[in-house]
């Protein structure tokens, strides 16, 4: 999967299995309002069950965390930093496309109250509904798609029984 789905900046994970719904990537661990606004974030996504990989990491500058957030393919970045949060607002970045567009805080912690469903919710939502049909009752490396059925052991690659693998580069 990695093989056909990755540019130079790394993976880029189809919804449907992606480990994670979202990156939320901190930008800044050192502004006290960065960091609560993104505890308040990661912790509603989480509440309405959408699964986050969050970075809060705070020796390391914001480029790196862009990079490794594009390295790691998450299918959605949520990005909290300073300058967008002064407006209430927080970025989002799409790693398929690469498309970035600003929304409101409040539009994010929206809940299904009766004022509309968050975008990332049913984005999320949508992609989850579709992992959760091709992964259905399966663990471990039968859940990866046919063909991609991770590392082999060498018991597993000798398929001749003579205690060496089986070349399938032929």
Same mark, same amino acid.
């Given at each position: 999967i990695i093989e056909q789905h990755h540019d130079a900046g790394?993976?880029?994970?189809?919804?449907? $299995?992606?480990?994670? =719904?979202i990156h939320l990537v901190c930008v800044n661990a050192n502004s006290e309002t960065v960091v609560a606004k993104s505890e308040e974030l990661? +912790?509603?996504?989480t509440d309405m069950h959408i699964?986050?990989?969050? =970075?809060d990491r705070t020796n390391v500058t914001?480029?790196?965390k862009f990079n490794d957030a594009d390295l790691l393919g998450m299918p959605l970045q949520v990005i909290v930093g300073d300058k967008n949060l002064k407006n209430n607002q927080i970025e989002l970045k799409e790693r398929l496309t690469g498309k970035r567009w600003t *929304?409101? *805080?409040?539009? $994010?912690?929206?809940?299904? +109250?009766?004022?509309?469903v968050s975008p990332l919710r049913s984005q999320c939502r949508?992609? +989850?509904q579709g992992r959760d049909?091709?992964?259905?009752?399966v663990q471990g490396r039968d859940a990866l798609p046919t063909g991609t059925q991770g590392p082999l052991s060498a018991e597993d690659a000798d398929d001749a029984g003579d205690g060496?693998?089986?070349d399938t580069t032929t």
């Open positions: 790394g993976i880029i994970w189809s919804k449907s $299995i992606a480990p994670y =719904d990661y +912790r509603a996504l699964s986050v990989l969050y =970075d914001p480029g790196f *929304v409101a *805080v409040d539009q $994010i912690l929206e809940s299904d +109250r009766g004022e509309g949508a992609q +989850r049909a091709s992964h259905a009752g060496q693998p089986t």
